[in-house]
């Protein structure tokens, strides 16, 4: 892995002589590994600095891609895997990015090395290969990234409160509820009744797949919770399967209000907090 | 040792717990608001515990036995301002409060205190009533 001065001085040297022909057939390379989904000219620059960064690395005589001088090096090659990552190029088109090098290097060697080509190459090969598994651990730290970002937007995204009426909000639930959402979605409902000072509270599960035992457990300690803070619960949007899930399931709700739909459930409440609604005659009718 | 004070409103007693309880000053507010519930005649307790982080089992336990008490000496209790993280926390450990009242904060629980007194006793909200109505009424 590790390049000595003399090594890697004529690594620099070798680089920076032919540089049109090294980018050159590097770019041709790894653009027919990506079959035209990047342009040549994203392409071409990407590399162009990559291989400004490894001729600048190994003219300092540095000798490992750990050491402190390959920062810069570092940098260049995890900017270009998160942004494959992002790009959504798979691991192994990532990786050839960097490995295509020692093809363009072994035909450098072989038209113009000296004795000692042979220990150039295995010595070069060495320190691309570190290169590559560095641009592998970034793509991957990356992509982990992203999927801890996207559940964290889904969890947040996926359960909103809101205010039906003065006085009565309403969670539509959507999506499988495990243990995690259903200690969101019960903690933001919690908080939205302290805030808006709303008695009641509507439980939607029009948009949950299906209802197990442990999805009800969440929902009666929600209830509970909710009733413990002073405020009631109604549960609706119960379609015919799962009330049939329910029951075979011998699930009690106890007393515990459950309506067939949002426009019940609403209903329901109004009457209990004394509001009532009547049908305007139409004007002309 | 603490006191828990105990405010007369009207037909209500306040009592806002500030103080972190212990088992004396739990006792010690049993015997208070049974004294008091006895000596002012009223018939409703509000127990307001926005100002607790951590409602155990015994805080629970203390709390029922107040509505108990008052319970028997005629007053409606309900327990007013618990915060989320509390209630999370009861339910998690399996304490529901049995038989006590609960209301989001303590203007809904004086409503509450109000409208279980009117069940009980129509008569003394005729008069508020009738007055109420005196001023909508506007037929032509």
Redesign the interface.
């Known amino acids: 892995m590790a390049l000595t001065a003399e090594e890697s001085g004529r690594l620099a040297a070798l680089l920076s002589e032919h540089v049109d022909q090294v980018t050159q057939r590097w770019v041709e390379t790894v653009a027919a590994s990506l079959r035209g989904r990047l342009s040549q000219v994203e392409l071409r620059t990407q590399l162009q600095e990559l291989h400004r960064a490894i001729v600048a690395t190994a003219e300092n005589g540095v000798v490992d891609l750990d050491a402190e001088h390959a920062a810069e090096l570092r940098a260049v090659l995890a900017e270009l895997s998160r942004g494959r990552a992002r790009q959504g190029f798979s691991a192994t088109e990532t990786a050839i990015s960097v490995f295509a090098l020692k093809d363009v290097l072994l035909e450098l060697l072989e038209s113009h090395g000296g004795e000692s080509t042979l220990r150039d190459y295995v010595a070069f090969s060495g320190l691309i290969d570190a290169m590559g598994l560095f641009t592998f651990e970034s793509y991957v730290r990356t992509r982990e990234g992203l999927i801890a970002d996207q559940a964290e937007q889904l969890l947040e995204l996926s359960t909103p409160v809101v205010k039906l009426w003065e006085g009565v909000v309403a969670v539509p639930l959507v999506g499988t509820l495990d243990s995690a959402r259903a200690q969101v979605v019960?903690?933001r409902l919690?908080?939205t009744?302290?805030d808006t000072?709303?008695?009641y509270a509507i439980i939607d599960i029009t948009g949950v797949p299906a209802v197990d035992t442990q999805v009800a457990q969440h929902i009666l300690?929600t209830v509970?919770?909710?009733?413990?803070?002073?405020?009631d619960c109604i549960i609706s949007g119960i379609r015919p399967q799962i009330a049939q899930t329910i029951v075979a399931l011998g699930i009690e709700f106890g007393d515990i209000a459950t309506k067939a739909s949002l426009a019940d459930a609403l209903r329901h409440v109004l009457r209990l907090t004394g509001v009532e609604t009547t049908r305007r005659s139409r004007r002309g009718a | 040792m603490e006191r828990v004070p105990i405010l007369k409103i009207g037909d209500i007693l306040l009592v806002s717990i500030q103080v972190d309880m212990s088992d004396q000053t739990a006792l010690q507010l049993q015997e208070d608001l049974a004294e008091r519930i006895v000596a002012t005649g009223c018939h409703g307790v509000i127990i307001d515990i926005t100002a607790l982080d951590i409602v155990d089992s015994f805080v629970g336990r203390m709390l029922s036995t107040i509505a108990s008490i008052s319970k028997v000496l005629d007053a409606e209790t309900?327990?007013?301002g618990?915060?989320?993280a509390?209630?999370?926390t009861?339910?998690?450990l399996g304490l529901?409060?049995n038989g006590i009242?609960?209301?989001?904060?303590v203007e809904?629980?004086m409503e509450l205190v109000a409208a279980a007194r009117a069940d009980e006793s129509p008569y003394d909200h005729e008069l508020a009533d009738e007055s109420d109505e005196a001023e909508t009424t506007g037929s032509p």
């Open positions: 019960m903690e919690l908080q009744l302290v000072g709303s008695p300690k509970v919770a909710a009733r413990l803070m002073g405020a | 309900v327990v007013v618990m915060r989320p509390v209630a999370i009861l339910v998690e529901s409060l009242r609960t209301a989001l904060n809904r629980g």
